[in-house]
């Protein structure tokens, strides 16, 4: 009888130290995650939440608790439904043309090569994104000035006769940020739609060959029906990302000429950092940026069935 | 021929200056005030002859026998967007209390560091110590007032203009007397805005000149000329808020937009590196006109090859002041001083003593000779290195007709929107009516309670 209950003593405080070991676990491996999420993500959305409820100016004063930061940004701000119109177009063609399309093409036609020319090219084409963003920045801007001497006008000049150097931040600068965040935004999806291009049975391809499929019919069968979860988890990362794109527009053309380049991400900078410091009407803006941003990632997770990527396998492979 | 010191160099001879030529100053209590100034070579000695400014008390306070010592901080900022960029930095600064005690500042910003109670009130101090203040232009001290009383220091003063290419017009087939008498033909009202325009685009079409008027690539006070002439005057004298009527501001967009449209003005002139239009000017010969100030002239066009005595530069080139929009009507310029605030803390008098000593016409000679900006003290006048420098003397001559930007606080944020506004006039995406409807939208949601529209 000693014995048993001794045992079950035994038994339980293994329990005990296995519950603890667990939990000491647990703080382990998600401790740093939740920190980081708690303090870059979480802490500053409250915050911004509560300043857009204040009125913090230029003076860094609060002074009263009001709502007119939201009731200016619903029916006061008049360059607002002008900015959503340039952030839905940026954000749609840079993402369409460049972040998935072009990055697939790249990916295929880079897998498609013998290996050492694949990867040199795929090393290329990640320049853009290993360059330091004022650098890569500043060669955008070097290459297409109005000036010419330029890199585009040297070109227009020396090899096709072009007398008058063009302006390119001035004729599209729409499109001028399109491709230099879309040039780097390829690259993420090149390499990760490469490294599923690559985990694709090669048997499926022998397969198909044996069947009589041609090439067309081998990419489309096989490989872009391999990589839907790839591509719709770059998609939804990338929409999310463009929507915040800032850093390189600012470099590069500080949102301008006049507002032709304003994004909404721009647009809070420089309502809430411009010469008046409205830091409280900023934080309206920004709030309105985090919920779309909250609710495209669960609605796009949603709509592409994310979900079941995620799901444990339903067979066990050895 | 004065040889400038580099910046840094003057800084750390200075420094060390003061290092070594107050023996005995480690026994006494040392006050540290902090100087905030920035990296720019149109006014080496601003944040130099403070440093000097402090030496001049220190010696003072040795006659004294004083038990203190002032030793000076620079907080050195690189050049990043001028003064209104510097100016909105500053005031998150002064917002957290990490404001300096002594700064330099374009006249127009002074009111919004005044309001919040940022600077100290120098009106007491500005007359209760007339060796250092009561030879100053009395005009001047216009710039420095909020509600009637003195925020801060003159520290210097210019005029803008139109410079001009005579070289440029003559290749055009001017005659000599055509262009001699430009100027003369402005201020008596026989060349309007758009008659300047005209003769810029004859120059450009007849000439290798690509550009006929260039004006400053960021915000800033030249272009404003432009809107004054057309009758902005931006202060509602009785209200003292901001005056914004639409129509005049449509009437200067207008003559930018025509300007744009005739080829005078390049779309892309808001976008273009300073560097470049200067060189485009004062170098390359490819700019018919430049509308600027006299600053110019020693800080940026003599370092790319402009003579420096009167007789070459007028050879090559002349200025004129604003013309007036319609024919007879006054020309127009600009004076945009620049100023020394103090910051409200526990040693403000001490700054303001060594903003006092900053001030003297030795020390503020050596700033306006070596970078051609207008003196602040009739004693000046006197001084032969000032009446040697001819550019001075000869734009003094624009003060008659000069106008202010009005001191407000929030100038400095409708003078974004303007420019905001000017590149969307030159870029094409507004035109000037619409430029006009944006000043006011934009002031409106920007700044409300400042701003009376008519």
């Known amino acids: 009888m000693g014995a048993v209950k001794e045992e079950a003593v035994v038994r339980s405080?293994?329990?005990?130290?296995?519950?603890?070991?667990?939990?000491?676990?647990?703080?382990?491996?998600?401790?740093?995650?939740?920190?980081?999420?708690?303090?870059?993500?979480?802490?500053?959305?409250?915050?911004?939440?509560?300043?857009?409820?204040?009125?913090?100016?230029r003076e860094l004063r609060i002074t009263e608790i009001t709502t007119k930061n939201y009731d200016r940004a619903?029916?006061?701000?008049?360059?607002?439904?002008?900015?959503?119109?340039?952030?839905?177009?940026?954000?749609?063609?840079t993402l369409l043309i460049f972040n998935t399309t072009f990055g697939l093409v790249l990916a295929l036609a880079t897998t498609a090569i013998p290996k050492t020319s694949g990867t040199f090219f795929r090393a290329v084409w990640l320049l853009p994104r290993m360059s330091p963003s004022v650098v890569y920045a500043i060669l955008w801007i070097w290459s297409i000035h109005g000036g010419d001497t330029s890199l585009v006008n040297q070109i227009l000049k020396n090899l096709f006769g072009s007398e008058k150097p063009i302006d390119l931040i001035q004729l599209e600068p729409m499109w001028v940020i399109i491709f230099a965040n879309g040039f780097i935004g390829a690259s993420f999806a090149m390499i990760i739609l490469t490294?599923?291009?690559?985990?694709?049975?090669?048997?499926?391809?022998?397969?198909?060959?044996?069947?009589?499929?041609?090439?067309?019919?081998?990419?489309?069968?096989?490989?872009?029906?391999?990589?839907?979860?790839?591509?719709?988890?770059?998609?939804i990362w990338q929409t999310l990302s463009l929507l915040t794109s800032f850093e390189y527009i600012l470099l590069i053309t500080g949102g301008g000429p006049f507002r032709a380049t304003t994004?909404?991400?721009?647009?809070?900078?420089?309502?809430?950092?411009?010469?008046?410091?409205?830091?409280?009407?900023?934080?309206?803006?920004?709030?309105?940026?985090?919920?779309?941003?909250?609710?495209?990632?669960?609605?796009?997770?949603?709509?592409?069935?994310?979900?079941?990527?995620?799901?444990?396998?339903?067979?066990?492979?050895? | 021929m004065h040889k400038r010191l580099s910046y840094p160099i003057a800084v750390a001879s200075f420094g060390l200056a003061m290092s070594f030529s107050t023996p005995g100053v480690s026994a006494q209590e040392i006050i540290e005030l902090n100087l905030w100034s920035r990296a720019d070579q149109s006014g080496p000695l601003r944040p130099g002859n403070i440093l000097e400014g402090a030496n001049r008390l220190n010696a003072q306070l040795e006659m004294d026998g004083a038990d203190y010592r002032v030793s000076i901080t620079v907080n050195e900022q690189p050049d990043q967007g001028g003064y209104d960029s510097d100016a909105e930095r500053l005031l998150r600064a002064f917002a957290i209390g990490e404001g300096p005690d002594i700064f330099h500042q374009a006249h127009e910003?002074?009111?919004?560091?005044?309001?919040?109670?940022?600077?100290?009130?120098?009106?007491?101090?500005?007359?209760?110590?007339?060796?250092?203040?009561?030879?100053?232009?009395?005009?001047?001290?216009?710039?420095?007032?909020?509600?009637?009383?003195?925020?801060?220091?003159?520290q210097d003063a210019e005029a803008r203009m139109f410079f001009f290419n005579k070289g440029l017009m003559k290749e055009a087939g001017f005659s000599e007397e055509e262009i001699e008498s430009l100027d003369e033909r402005v201020l008596a009202g026989e060349v309007t805005l758009d008659g300047i325009s005209e003769i810029a685009k004859q120059i450009v079409d007849n000439s290798d000149a690509e550009y006929g008027i260039l004006h400053r690539p960021s915000r800033g006070p030249d272009y404003l000329m432009i809107f004054n002439q057309y009758g902005s005057s931006f202060l509602?004298?009785?209200?003292?808020?901001?005056?914004?009527?639409?129509?005049?501001?449509?009437?200067?967009?207008?003559?930018?937009?025509?300007?744009?449209?005739?080829?005078?003005?390049?779309?892309?002139?808001?976008?273009?590196?300073?560097?470049?239009?200067?060189?485009?000017?004062?170098?390359?010969?490819?700019?018919?006109?430049?509308?600027?100030?006299?600053?110019?002239?020693?800080?940026?066009?003599?370092?790319?090859?402009?003579?420096?005595?009167?007789?070459?530069?007028?050879?090559?080139?002349?200025?004129?002041?604003?013309?007036?929009?319609?024919?007879?009507?006054?020309?127009?310029?600009?004076?945009?001083?620049?100023?020394?605030?103090?910051?409200?803390?526990?040693?403000?008098?001490?700054?303001?003593?060594?903003?006092?000593?900053?001030?003297?016409?030795?020390?503020?000679?050596?700033?306006?000779?070596?970078?051609?900006?207008?003196?602040?003290?009739?004693?000046?006048?006197?001084?032969?290195?000032?009446?040697?420098?001819?550019?001075?003397?000869?734009?003094?001559?624009?003060?008659?007709?000069?106008?202010?930007?009005?001191?407000?606080?929030?100038?400095?944020?409708?003078?974004?929107?303007?420019?905001?506004?000017?590149?969307?006039?030159?870029?094409?995406?507004?035109?000037?009516?619409?430029?006009?409807?944006?000043?006011?939208?934009?002031?409106?949601?920007?700044?409300?309670?400042?701003?009376?529209?008519?």
């Open chain 2, 236 to 454: 509602d004298p009785e209200s003292g808020m901001l005056l914004l009527e639409e129509g005049k501001l449509a009437d200067a967009y207008g003559w930018f937009e025509r300007n744009v449209q005739n080829g005078v003005t390049p779309s892309n002139n808001t976008s273009m590196d300073w560097g470049f239009v200067r060189d485009q000017f004062w170098k390359e010969n490819n700019a018919v006109m430049w509308m600027y100030g006299v600053w110019d002239i020693g800080s940026h066009a003599v370092p790319r090859g402009v003579p420096t005595d009167e007789e070459g530069f007028f050879e090559l080139f002349g200025w004129t002041a604003a013309p007036a929009p319609v024919e007879g009507g006054r020309p127009g310029s600009l004076t945009h001083p620049i100023v020394y605030g103090v910051g409200a803390g526990e040693h403000a008098e001490i700054a303001a003593a060594v903003v006092g000593y900053a001030s003297d016409a030795d020390l503020n000679t050596n700033h306006a000779v070596t970078t051609t900006h207008i003196g602040i003290k009739n004693a000046q006048l006197e001084d032969p290195r000032y009446q040697e420098a001819w550019s001075l003397a000869l734009a003094t001559e624009l003060l008659e007709f000069s106008h202010y930007m009005p001191n407000h606080p929030d100038f400095g944020t409708l003078n974004q929107i303007i420019y905001e506004a000017l590149q969307g006039v030159e870029t094409g995406q507004l035109s000037a009516e619409d430029a006009a409807a944006y000043v006011l939208d934009e002031a409106d949601a920007r700044i409300p309670d400042s701003i009376v529209i008519n």
């Open chain 2, 109 to 154: 910003w002074i009111c919004a560091f005044a309001e919040p109670g940022y600077l100290f009130d120098l009106t007491d101090y500005t007359h209760d110590n007339p060796q250092f203040f009561a030879d100053i232009f009395e005009s001047l001290w216009e710039s420095t007032e909020c509600g009637g009383r003195r925020f801060a220091v003159p």
């Open chain 1, 195 to 235: 490294s599923a291009i690559r985990s694709i049975p090669e048997h499926l391809y022998h397969a198909a060959r044996c069947d009589g499929a041609g090439s067309l019919a081998v990419t489309w069968h096989i490989t872009l029906a391999h990589l839907r979860w790839p591509l719709t988890y770059i998609f």
């Open chain 1, 263 to 318: 994004v909404y991400a721009i647009f809070i900078f420089q309502r809430a950092f411009g010469s008046a410091g409205q830091y409280a009407y900023g934080a309206a803006l920004a709030f309105f940026l985090i919920v779309p941003g909250v609710i495209l990632a669960l609605l796009l997770w949603r709509v592409s069935k994310m979900g079941t990527l995620l799901q444990k396998p339903r067979i066990e492979v050895q």
């Open chain 1, 13 to 57: 405080n293994v329990r005990k130290a296995m519950k603890a070991r667990e939990r000491a676990n647990m703080a382990i491996f998600f401790g740093p995650a939740f920190l980081i999420v708690s303090f870059f993500f979480v802490v500053p959305v409250i915050v911004d939440i509560a300043i857009s409820f204040t009125d913090l100016g």
């Open chain 1, 74 to 93: 619903f029916t006061g701000d008049r360059q607002l439904p002008g900015v959503i119109a340039r952030t839905v177009f940026y954000v749609g063609a």
